[in-house]
């Protein structure tokens, strides 16, 4: 489904990925971790098609496509998605409507005609509920006075509406108390199936205990320098990060 190879990304002139290589297949969970700084945000962004990084060198594939050569809406309509992709906050615009309005453009990528009131109108409450937030949330503004855990269950809602192909969520962990993690955790295991692939962004080992991944991937210095499946996440949690490093190095 995705394929990153030997790709080489530079970030206000130093290089932050150094020859990184992945691939994602339909169906998987794949979890991304490492030490602070490793550039773990950077491959979700580059991935996304977000501003400010140059692809030096290396190529990203998406079902075939040379995802490179998309714009960022392209990728997204593609179904390639990365969470906060839309703005942080958008003054004055309700989240119902960039919901509805990303959808439907979704759609239309896809040929297909703009979804139906009533039908929208179900969907998007029945992934409220499943959210357990409240439906006033959907008539604010976009993140506009959201705390840190509502922010991050409208980054799961989103994709839960969505359904992208292949969901990106960066740190969907970070501030969140036990309870609001598991009801993220909830939604992003909602979002597992055969056709999907989930790339998780995630610092602690904590996450992995409700969204257990296929695979684990540890990133140092800017390339996966181990991989494993979730025993390596359990053992990273007990040993650190230091020992891939030293075993990568020798
Ligand atoms: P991680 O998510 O693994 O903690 P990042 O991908 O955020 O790491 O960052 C990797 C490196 O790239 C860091 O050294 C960071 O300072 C640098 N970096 C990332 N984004 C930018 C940017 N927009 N401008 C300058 N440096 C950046
Ligand atoms: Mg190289
Ligand atoms: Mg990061």
Redo the contacts with the bound molecule.
């Keep these: 489904m995705l394929e990153v190879k030997d790709l080489h990304v530079t970030?206000?002139g130093?290089e932050?990925l150094k020859g990184l290589n992945l691939t994602i297949g339909a169906g998987e969970v794949h979890a991304l971790m490492?030490?602070?700084?490793?550039?773990?945000?950077?491959?979700s962004?580059v991935i996304a098609g977000k501003d400010?990084?140059e692809v030096t060198s290396g190529s990203i594939t998406f079902e075939g496509r040379d995802v490179l050569e998309m714009e960022i809406e392209e990728r997204a309509q593609a179904g390639l998605l990365l969470g906060f992709q839309y703005p942080v906050e958008i003054p004055g615009v309700k989240n119902i409507y960039l919901l509805k309005a990303a959808l439907n453009a979704q759609r239309a990528a896809r040929g297909e005609d703009e979804i139906p009131a009533p039908e929208f109108m179900k969907l998007v409450k029945e992934k409220v509920g499943f959210m357990k937030m409240d439906a006033s949330f959907l008539q604010r503004a976009v993140n506009e006075g959201f705390s840190g855990g509502e922010k991050k269950r409208n980054e799961i809602l989103q994709m839960l509406v969505l359904q992208p192909k292949l969901a990106m969520l960066?740190?969907i962990d970070s501030g969140l108390d036990i309870d609001a993690m598991k009801v993220v955790a909830d939604g992003v295991n909602s979002l597992r199936g055969e056709d999907k692939g989930i790339l998780l962004?995630t610092?602690y080992q904590r996450l992995l205990d409700y969204i257990v991944p296929d695979h684990v991937h540890v990133?140092v210095d800017?390339r996966i320098v181990k991989s494993g499946d979730a025993d390596l996440a359990r053992e990273l949690e007990s040993r650190g990060y230091d020992w891939v490093v030293e075993d990568s190095a020798a």
Aim: hydrophobic share 30%; net charge negative.
């Design positions: 970030v206000e130093s932050i490492g030490p602070n700084g490793a550039g773990k945000s950077t491959l962004a400010g990084y960066d740190e962004v610092h990133l800017g």
